[in-house]
Structure formats: C-alpha cells, structure tokens
C-alpha cells in the first residue's frame, strides 16, 4: 500500500494515465493525492474529473485556483469561451455531479497516519496547522452550502486584503483564505501577500519571500506537499515538497510516494507555450 502526491494535472489525461503506469498504482491498494487543479488549459479536463471521482475514497483531492475558477463558470459568475478546454465539462451529462462533487473538496488536507499536509499554493504564515485546517474549514462550508455558494464564488476574484487580521470579516476573509491557500507564492517577512509575483526563486521584488522561507512561519514543523508554482518546479527542502512541475508547458508530472518521500517524474509535451507558464 502505498499513497502518491500528484502534481498540477490541469486536463492532461494522457499523462496522469502515463504516471500511474510508471508508479504502478493500483486502484484497490494505493491511494492518490491530488494537489489541485485538475482542470482547465489542457485538453482532457472532463475525463480527469471523472477518473479522480470514479477512485472513491482511493484518491484526496484539494481545491485548486483552476478548479474554483470551474466552479465559478458553472454557476454562471464567470463567463466561458465556446472553445474553452472547460466546455466539454459544462456541456457533460453528468456536469451537475462533478460539480457537486467538486464543490465538497477541501482547501487543505491533513493525514494524520503520514503526519503530511496538503494545500494547492500555499498557507499563510501567520497560521499554524490547526488554525489552518480551521481557516480553510470556513470557505469549505461556504462552498457546500447551496444557498451561499454562488455569492461567494462572485465575490472570490481579487487581490485585496493582502495581510491576514483576525478582524477580518464577510467576503474580504473568505477572499483572503481562498487566495492563501489557492494562489499565494511570495509574502513580505510580515505576511503580506503578493498575488503578482510569479516567477521563479529570485525574480521577486526584494522585499517578498517564498511563503514557506518566512522567518517564524508557524507552520515550519509541518510536512507540506504542495502544487501550484510551476516556475518553482520540484523542490525538496525541509518539511516542504513542490510538486507542480509543469506538465501543461512541457516540463514534468511528478509524484511523491508519501511513504518514503521518493519522487517520480514523467516527461510531458505539453499543451501550451512556455512563455505563458504561470
């Protein structure tokens, strides 16, 4: 038995497939973690869905920037192109089903047996794992809740507040929750969050920083796998694990065998330009 971490799918079927042949999963043994994003710019979106739906309690998925954006275009707050890689999933049968399925995943994942945590992006300095889990509890009710769901995802998209505050309240909490765990890279040593900084280890302004290289982050004891960052590619450093390692643009899909930390990786390629890579 063995359980596998997977890096940023984002449609590509064809070489998540490749990868599970390469680890030799095996659906009634092994468990797969997703770290997010599963769709969108790539080209087999729906049959991703359907596949990690299909594994049941065999697979644990937490929510990614691209899968939230999904969510938004299916309760029509965000508008979608005729020939968007997401309109074979609107326009599926059993569109309703993965949706509702996809609205139950959780922001962060914490397995107690494995002692690892997992988030798409990232978690918030200021947060230990505890209050973390409590944090990310507070969008995932909000998204479960049909009443709710549709205004929060209206109100999702942005950039501001950038600094966490106990005080912090309505949708400016939940937007910040959301981008911590869904979009956050870089942070000033005070937490403060940059949304525009994308690149890679050292193109950042001066004065931001890796999220999980803060002085004090209060997760710093915490194993994390995490996906999202693909100019990052796989990183391996004290208690943190980078999985996305840019299959979308041609680079790798990557797997971590939890058990032993052992990576594997899948050369891809790629569906999209790499000068577009974020």
Same mark, same amino acid.
């Given at each position: 038995?063995?359980?596998?971490?997977?890096?940023?799918?984002? =449609?590509?079927?064809?070489?998540?497939?490749?990868?599970?042949?390469?680890?030799?999963?095996?659906?009634?043994?092994?468990?797969?973690?997703? /770290?997010?994003?599963? /769709?969108?710019?790539?080209?087999?979106?729906?049959?991703?869905?359907?596949?990690?739906?299909?594994?049941?309690?065999?697979?644990?998925?937490?929510?990614?920037?691209?899968? *939230?954006?999904?969510? @938004?275009?299916?309760?029509?707050?965000?508008?979608?192109?005729?020939?968007?890689? $997401?309109?074979?999933?609107?326009?599926?049968?059993?569109?309703?089903?993965?949706?509702?399925? *996809?609205?139950?995943?959780?922001?962060?994942?914490?397995?107690?047996?494995?002692?690892?945590?997992?988030?798409?992006?990232?978690?918030?300095?200021?947060?230990?794992?505890?209050?973390? $889990?409590?944090?990310?509890?507070?969008?995932?009710?909000?998204?479960?809740?049909?009443?709710?769901?549709?205004?929060?995802? @209206?109100?999702?998209?942005?950039?501001?507040?950038?600094?966490?505050?106990?005080?912090?309240?309505?949708?400016?909490? *939940?937007?910040?929750? #959301?981008?911590?765990? #869904?979009?956050?890279?870089?942070?000033?040593?005070?937490?403060?969050?940059?949304?525009?900084?994308?690149?890679?280890?050292?193109?950042?302004?001066?004065?931001?920083?890796?999220?999980?290289?803060?002085?004090?982050?209060?997760?710093?004891? #915490?194993?994390?796998?995490?996906?999202?960052?693909?100019?990052? =590619?796989?990183?391996?450093?004290?208690?943190?694990?980078?999985?996305?390692?840019?299959?979308?643009? =041609?680079?790798? $899909?990557?797997? *971590?065998?939890?058990?032993?930390?052992?990576?594997?990786? $899948?050369?891809?390629?790629?569906?999209?330009?790499?000068?577009?890579?974020?």
């Amino acid at each position: 038995m063995a359980t596998y971490a997977i890096g940023d799918i984002q =449609g590509c079927y064809a070489e998540l497939m490749r990868l599970l042949d390469l680890v030799g999963f095996s659906e009634t043994h092994d468990t797969l973690w997703f /770290v997010g994003d599963l /769709v969108n710019r790539g080209p087999d979106s729906l049959e991703v869905l359907r596949f990690v739906k299909g594994l049941g309690e065999r697979a644990v998925t937490v929510l990614g920037n691209h899968d *939230l954006h999904l969510l @938004a275009v299916a309760a029509g707050v965000k508008t979608c192109k005729k020939h968007s890689s $997401l309109r074979p999933v609107l326009d599926a049968p059993d569109h309703d089903e993965l949706i509702r399925w *996809l609205r139950y995943r959780p922001l962060m994942h914490y397995d107690e047996r494995l002692d690892f945590t997992m988030v798409h992006a990232a978690i918030a300095p200021q947060w230990d794992r505890s209050r973390a $889990l409590q944090m990310a509890g507070e969008v995932q009710r909000v998204l479960r809740d049909d009443n709710s769901c549709g205004d929060f995802l @209206a109100n999702m998209y942005g950039d501001q507040p950038d600094r966490w505050s106990e005080s912090l309240a309505g949708y400016d909490r *939940l937007r910040f929750i #959301t981008n911590a765990f #869904t979009r956050l890279r870089y942070c000033t040593r005070k937490g403060r969050l940059s949304m525009k900084a994308k690149g890679p280890l050292g193109s950042q302004p001066s004065k931001y920083w890796p999220w999980f290289m803060i002085p004090g982050r209060k997760t710093a004891g #915490t194993r994390v796998v995490f996906g999202h960052w693909s100019t990052l =590619g796989y990183m391996a450093s004290v208690n943190i694990w980078a999985l996305d390692t840019g299959c979308l643009w =041609g680079g790798h $899909l990557t797997a *971590l065998r939890l058990e032993d930390q052992q990576p594997f990786f $899948l050369n891809c390629k790629g569906e999209l330009e790499p000068d577009g890579l974020a």
